[in-house]
Protein backbone atom coordinates (compact mmCIF):
# COMPACT_ATOMS: atom_id res chain seq x y z
CA UNK A 1 0.00 0.00 0.00
CA UNK A 2 0.93 3.39 -0.74
CA UNK A 3 1.66 5.47 2.26
CA UNK A 4 1.26 9.03 2.76
CA UNK A 5 3.12 11.26 5.45
CA UNK A 6 2.15 14.87 6.23
CA UNK A 7 4.47 17.49 7.95
CA UNK A 8 4.06 19.36 10.40
CA UNK A 9 1.72 17.58 12.35
CA UNK A 10 1.05 20.89 14.05
CA UNK A 11 1.46 24.54 12.87
CA UNK A 12 0.45 27.43 14.49
CA UNK A 13 0.56 30.51 12.66
CA UNK A 14 -0.81 33.79 12.34
CA UNK A 15 -4.22 35.64 10.57
CA UNK A 16 -2.08 36.94 7.49
CA UNK A 17 0.38 34.72 7.70
CA UNK A 18 1.68 32.32 4.28
CA UNK A 19 1.51 28.93 5.68
CA UNK A 20 2.57 25.69 3.57
CA UNK A 21 2.12 22.34 4.27
CA UNK A 22 3.97 19.32 2.68
CA UNK A 23 2.88 15.26 1.80
CA UNK A 24 4.96 12.86 0.75
CA UNK A 25 3.80 9.51 -0.45
CA UNK A 26 6.33 6.81 -0.33
CA UNK A 27 5.77 6.13 -4.45
CA UNK A 28 5.12 7.86 -7.03
CA UNK A 29 1.34 8.81 -7.97
CA UNK A 30 1.88 10.86 -9.94
CA UNK A 31 -0.59 13.44 -9.91
CA UNK A 32 -3.49 11.77 -8.05
CA UNK A 33 -3.15 13.68 -4.96
CA UNK A 34 -6.33 15.79 -3.15
CA UNK A 35 -6.10 18.34 -0.25
CA UNK A 36 -9.24 18.01 2.12
CA UNK A 37 -10.19 20.81 4.79
CA UNK A 38 -11.74 19.68 8.01
CA UNK A 39 -13.09 21.87 11.10
CA UNK A 40 -14.22 19.92 14.62
CA UNK A 41 -17.21 17.75 14.15
CA UNK A 42 -17.51 18.84 10.42
CA UNK A 43 -17.16 16.31 7.45
CA UNK A 44 -14.46 16.91 5.40
CA UNK A 45 -14.46 19.55 2.52
CA UNK A 46 -12.15 19.00 -0.74
CA UNK A 47 -9.87 22.08 -1.50
CA UNK A 48 -7.68 20.33 -4.43
CA UNK A 49 -7.71 17.99 -6.58
CA UNK A 50 -5.10 16.40 -9.27
CA UNK A 51 -2.48 17.90 -6.88
CA UNK A 52 -2.90 21.64 -8.28
CA UNK A 53 -6.49 22.33 -9.70
CA UNK A 54 -9.07 24.35 -7.13
CA UNK A 55 -12.36 22.80 -6.22
CA UNK A 56 -14.83 25.13 -7.38
CA UNK A 57 -15.84 28.04 -4.92
CA UNK A 58 -12.49 27.61 -3.18
CA UNK A 59 -10.83 30.40 -2.23
CA UNK A 60 -8.19 31.51 -4.47
CA UNK A 61 -5.59 31.63 -1.05
CA UNK A 62 -5.39 27.83 -1.62
CA UNK A 63 -2.82 26.45 -3.98
CA UNK A 64 -1.33 23.04 -4.60
CA UNK A 65 2.06 21.96 -6.00
CA UNK A 66 4.12 18.88 -6.64
CA UNK A 67 4.09 15.44 -8.35
CA UNK A 68 5.08 12.55 -8.30
CA UNK A 69 6.55 12.14 -4.45
CA UNK A 70 6.47 15.51 -2.72
CA UNK A 71 3.50 17.67 -3.05
CA UNK A 72 2.86 20.91 -0.80
CA UNK A 73 -0.44 22.89 0.25
CA UNK A 74 -0.26 26.58 0.66
CA UNK A 75 -2.12 29.45 2.24
CA UNK A 76 -1.52 32.80 0.78
CA UNK A 77 -2.84 34.58 3.46
CA UNK A 78 -3.88 32.96 6.45
CA UNK A 79 -7.81 33.80 7.34
CA UNK A 80 -10.07 32.86 10.64
CA UNK A 81 -11.53 30.50 8.78
CA UNK A 82 -8.62 28.42 7.99
CA UNK A 83 -8.06 26.89 11.60
CA UNK A 84 -8.68 23.17 11.20
CA UNK A 85 -7.20 20.19 10.16
CA UNK A 86 -5.82 19.66 6.63
CA UNK A 87 -5.51 15.73 5.12
CA UNK A 88 -4.17 14.62 1.73
CA UNK A 89 -4.80 11.71 0.07
CA UNK A 90 -3.72 9.43 -2.64
CA UNK A 91 -6.02 7.77 -5.52
CA UNK A 92 -3.36 6.44 -7.55
CA UNK A 93 -4.32 2.74 -7.05
CA UNK A 94 -7.60 1.14 -6.00
CA UNK A 95 -6.32 1.52 -2.06
CA UNK A 96 -7.24 5.23 -1.59
CA UNK A 97 -4.80 6.63 1.18
CA UNK A 98 -4.85 9.81 3.63
CA UNK A 99 -1.75 11.65 5.16
CA UNK A 100 -2.16 11.72 9.34
CA UNK A 101 -3.36 15.26 9.23
CA UNK A 102 -2.02 18.29 9.46
CA UNK A 103 -3.70 21.00 12.11
CA UNK A 104 -3.13 24.47 12.13
CA UNK A 105 -3.76 26.43 15.11
CA UNK A 106 -3.80 29.95 15.93
CA UNK A 107 -0.35 31.33 17.08
CA UNK B 1 -26.74 20.60 -4.74
CA UNK B 2 -25.76 17.39 -4.18
CA UNK B 3 -26.84 15.98 -0.30
CA UNK B 4 -25.83 12.66 1.03
CA UNK B 5 -27.59 11.56 4.57
CA UNK B 6 -26.19 9.08 6.55
CA UNK B 7 -28.11 6.64 9.12
CA UNK B 8 -28.00 3.29 10.65
CA UNK B 9 -25.19 4.49 13.10
CA UNK B 10 -25.32 2.86 16.90
CA UNK B 11 -24.00 0.84 19.48
CA UNK B 12 -23.39 -2.62 19.25
CA UNK B 13 -21.08 -5.70 20.73
CA UNK B 14 -17.96 -7.30 19.40
CA UNK B 15 -18.62 -9.71 17.12
CA UNK B 16 -22.77 -8.22 16.13
CA UNK B 17 -23.58 -6.12 12.78
CA UNK B 18 -24.57 -3.59 11.53
CA UNK B 19 -26.26 -1.73 8.39
CA UNK B 20 -25.34 1.57 7.01
CA UNK B 21 -27.69 3.60 4.58
CA UNK B 22 -26.32 6.90 2.76
CA UNK B 23 -29.24 8.31 0.74
CA UNK B 24 -28.05 10.36 -2.08
CA UNK B 25 -29.94 13.27 -3.61
CA UNK B 26 -28.52 16.43 -6.44
CA UNK B 27 -26.80 14.53 -8.75
CA UNK B 28 -27.36 11.51 -11.27
CA UNK B 29 -26.16 8.74 -8.60
CA UNK B 30 -25.82 5.82 -10.93
CA UNK B 31 -23.05 8.06 -12.67
CA UNK B 32 -20.88 8.33 -9.76
CA UNK B 33 -18.76 5.79 -7.94
CA UNK B 34 -18.97 6.09 -4.01
CA UNK B 35 -16.63 5.47 -1.13
CA UNK B 36 -16.80 4.79 3.30
CA UNK B 37 -14.60 6.64 4.49
CA UNK B 38 -14.47 6.53 8.32
CA UNK B 39 -12.72 8.59 11.65
CA UNK B 40 -11.97 7.12 14.94
CA UNK B 41 -12.66 9.35 18.01
CA UNK B 42 -9.62 12.18 17.79
CA UNK B 43 -8.00 10.16 14.93
CA UNK B 44 -7.17 10.82 10.79
CA UNK B 45 -9.29 9.73 8.07
CA UNK B 46 -9.46 6.12 6.91
CA UNK B 47 -10.64 5.13 3.66
CA UNK B 48 -12.88 2.13 4.00
CA UNK B 49 -14.40 0.76 0.69
CA UNK B 50 -15.63 2.28 -3.06
CA UNK B 51 -17.92 1.02 -5.31
CA UNK B 52 -18.29 2.01 -9.11
CA UNK B 53 -21.73 3.24 -10.95
CA UNK B 54 -23.02 0.30 -11.92
CA UNK B 55 -21.95 -1.53 -8.43
CA UNK B 56 -20.49 -4.41 -10.46
CA UNK B 57 -16.59 -3.33 -9.18
CA UNK B 58 -16.35 -3.09 -5.12
CA UNK B 59 -12.78 -2.16 -3.39
CA UNK B 60 -11.96 -2.90 0.22
CA UNK B 61 -9.67 -1.80 2.71
CA UNK B 62 -7.43 -4.62 4.24
CA UNK B 63 -8.37 -3.76 7.61
CA UNK B 64 -12.60 -4.43 6.62
CA UNK B 65 -12.14 -7.50 3.91
CA UNK B 66 -14.42 -10.20 4.60
CA UNK B 67 -16.17 -8.35 7.44
CA UNK B 68 -17.45 -5.64 5.31
CA UNK B 69 -19.97 -5.10 2.43
CA UNK B 70 -20.59 -2.36 0.08
CA UNK B 71 -23.53 -2.54 -1.92
CA UNK B 72 -25.78 0.19 -4.10
CA UNK B 73 -29.44 0.80 -5.21
CA UNK B 74 -29.61 2.83 -8.04
CA UNK B 75 -33.49 2.94 -8.43
CA UNK B 76 -32.87 3.97 -4.85
CA UNK B 77 -30.04 6.03 -4.90
CA UNK B 78 -28.88 4.50 -1.55
CA UNK B 79 -25.57 3.35 -0.88
CA UNK B 80 -25.01 0.72 1.88
CA UNK B 81 -22.41 -0.89 4.01
CA UNK B 82 -23.14 -4.41 6.10
CA UNK B 83 -20.68 -4.31 9.03
CA UNK B 84 -19.82 -8.03 10.15
CA UNK B 85 -17.80 -9.29 12.69
CA UNK B 86 -17.80 -5.89 14.32
CA UNK B 87 -14.48 -4.94 16.72
CA UNK B 88 -14.11 -2.33 19.28
CA UNK B 89 -11.47 -0.79 16.47
CA UNK B 90 -14.46 -0.19 14.06
CA UNK B 91 -16.02 1.93 16.68
CA UNK B 92 -15.69 5.39 14.14
CA UNK B 93 -17.72 7.79 12.57
CA UNK B 94 -18.27 6.46 9.00
CA UNK B 95 -18.86 9.04 5.88
CA UNK B 96 -20.36 8.21 2.14
CA UNK B 97 -18.25 10.46 -0.11
CA UNK B 98 -18.92 10.61 -3.55
CA UNK B 99 -16.31 10.38 -6.04
CA UNK B 100 -15.35 12.48 -9.55
CA UNK B 101 -16.34 9.73 -12.02
CA UNK B 102 -18.48 6.45 -12.56
CA UNK B 103 -15.14 4.02 -12.01
CA UNK B 104 -13.79 3.97 -8.64
CA UNK B 105 -10.14 4.41 -9.96
CA UNK B 106 -8.60 7.54 -9.31
CA UNK B 107 -11.41 9.36 -7.75
CA UNK B 108 -11.38 12.01 -5.50
CA UNK B 109 -14.36 12.82 -3.31
CA UNK B 110 -16.24 16.06 -3.95
CA UNK B 111 -18.95 15.31 -1.37
CA UNK B 112 -19.48 14.21 1.75
CA UNK B 113 -22.11 13.51 4.22
CA UNK B 114 -22.34 14.52 7.97
CA UNK B 115 -21.00 11.03 8.84
CA UNK B 116 -23.00 8.46 11.05
CA UNK B 117 -21.24 7.22 14.42
CA UNK B 118 -21.29 3.24 15.16
CA UNK B 119 -19.60 2.39 18.49
CA UNK B 120 -18.58 -1.46 18.88
CA UNK B 121 -18.49 -1.79 22.84
CA UNK B 122 -20.08 -4.42 25.20
Known amino acids: DIQMTQSPSTLSASVGDRVTITCRAS??????LAWYQQKPGKAPKLLIY???SLETGVPSRFSGSGSGTEFTLTISSLQPDDFATYYC?????????FGQGTKVEIK | EVQLLESGGGLVEPGGSLKLSCAAS????????MSWVRQAPGKGLEWVSA????????YYADSVKGRFTISRDNSKNRLYLQMNSLRAEDTAIYYC???????????????WGQGALVTVSS
Open chain 1, 50 to 52: KAS
Open chain 1, 27 to 32: QSISSW
Open chain 2, 97 to 111: AKGDRVVAAYNWFDS
Open chain 1, 89 to 97: QQYNSYSWT
Open chain 2, 26 to 33: GFTFSSYA
Open chain 2, 51 to 58: IGGSGGST
